[in-house]
C-alpha cells in the first residue's frame, strides 16, 4: 500500500532537480480536461524543471503560441468536431480512440524515446480516461502516472458501479431517485454518476477500463486536496494499493487560464466593474453539457425575474437546435438592460476573483467547483450528468456551500434560489464557509500544507525512476 508520504523526500519544490529529465504528458482533448493537465505541466515545469512534452489529438489541439517552453506531438485521431455534440458522443468517442489511438501512440512515443537528442525521459502522465496508454508504457518499461481531472468523492462513486447494478440502484428508477445509497453517503439515487441511459454499455466499459488500468499505473494525481477530500482519499488508498497525491487546486499556482479553446470575452470584466461588490450571480454550465430551448427559457426568465445582476455565459451550441441565443424572446434584452450581460465565453477563473461576483450558478464540473472554492463564491447547482451530480451534493450538503436547484430548470425556482443564495441570511451563512475554505486552500499550497508537500512526494518520487 502506498501514499504520498511514503515516498522520499528529497528536495525543495523551486530547486529544478528535474532539470535533465522530460515529462511526457497525454491530455483527454476536452476542455474540461486539458486546463488541468496543462496546468499540471506548467507547475511540473515551474516548479521542478521538468522538461515537458505534450502528446495531443490534432482536435481541440492545445495553443502552443501559449507554452513555448513546451514541445507538442500531434498524433492523428478520429474526432469531428460536430460529432461531439452530445454527452454520449462523448463516450463512445472516447472508447473508440482508446483503441484507434494504440498505434499513432505508440509510434510517436518510441520516437520520443529513441530521441538521443532529448533529455531521457522519466514518465508518461496521462488522464485517466486514456486507459489503453498503460498497455503501452509498460511495453516501453516506462512508467505511468495517471492524472484524474475529476473529483475523488465521484471516481469512489464509480469504482463501485457494479456492486450498484447489482444492488439494483440501476438503471435508476423514477421512485427511486431519492432513496439513499448507503453505500455512498450521502449520494442518493440520482447522484450515481451516470451518463446518458445507464444500462450496461459503453460507460460501464470505459469505467472499467479506467479502474483497471488505474490500478496498473505507478500512481494517481488528484486536482483535490487533502482537508477537501479527506475519506474519499483515505478509501481510495486502501482500495487502489498505489501512491496518490493530492496537489491541487492546480489554477492557483497560475493565474489564468491560457488553455482555453475558445475566445474568452474580456467585455465580462469591463461589464463586472461597474456594478456592486458581491452582486453578481454568474452563470456557465462548462463546456459540454446542453439544454432544451424551454430549459434555456426557464433559466432566462428566472435570471430576469429574480432582479439580481447577472452575468451569462452562452456557449454557442449549448441550446439544442440554435446556434446562439436566438431563442430568446423579443423585449428580453430591452427588459433586463444593463443589469444582464450575455457572452459566450468568459475567462471564468477572473470573474471569480473579481469583487462584484456573489455567486455561481454552475453545472458543477470539477474544474468550477474547485475554481468556485479557491475565489470563496457560493453556488446554485444545476449538475448534468456524470460527477457534476456527486459534485453538486457534496457542494450542497458536504461542504454546505450552495443550493442544489433538484427539480430541473423552472423560473419560480431559479428566482427562490438566487434570492437565496444572494440576499437572504442562508446565503450569508454559505459565503462564510466557503471563505474558511477558501482560507484551507490558501494554506495547503504554502510551504508545509498538504499540496506542498504532495507535490514535493511526486517530484522526489518521479525522479526515482
Ligand atoms: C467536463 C465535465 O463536464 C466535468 O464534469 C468534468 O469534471 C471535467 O470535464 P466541463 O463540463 O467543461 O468539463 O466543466 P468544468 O470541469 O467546470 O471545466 C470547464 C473549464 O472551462 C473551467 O476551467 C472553466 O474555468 C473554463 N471556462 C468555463 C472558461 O474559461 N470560460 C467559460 O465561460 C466557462
Redesign the pocket.
Known sequence: MGSSSETPKQQTQSSGHGHGRRLVLFPVP????I?PMLQLANILHSKAGFSITVIHTKFNSPDQSKYPHFKFQPIPDRFLENELASTTDVISLLTVHNVYCVAPFRDCLAGLLSNVSEEPIACLITDALWHFTQAVADSFKLPRIVLR??SVSSFIASTIFPLLRKKGYLPKQDSQLAAPVPELPPLRVKDIPTIGADIPGDLDELIEGMIKETKASSGLIWNSFTELEQPALATLQQDFGIPVFPIGPFHKNFPA?SS?LLT?DQSSISWLDKQAPKSVIYV?F????AMDETEFLEMAWGLANSMQPFLW?VRPGIIRGSEWIEPLPKGFTEAVGERGHIVK?????DVLTHPATGGFWT?N????TL?SICEGVPMICSPCF???MVNARYVSHVWRVGVQLENGLERGEVEKAIRRLMVEKEGEAMRQRIMCMKESVNLCLKQGGSSYQSLESLISYMLSF
Not at 464540473?365 to 468550477?368: H, L, T, Y
Open positions: 476536452l476542455q474540461g480536461h486546463n481531472t475529476s487560464s482555453s474568452q456557465s462548462g463546456s459540454i453539457a455565459v465565453w468568459a475567462p471564468q477563473q453545472h464540473g470539477w474544474n468550477s475554481e456524470g460527477d457534476q
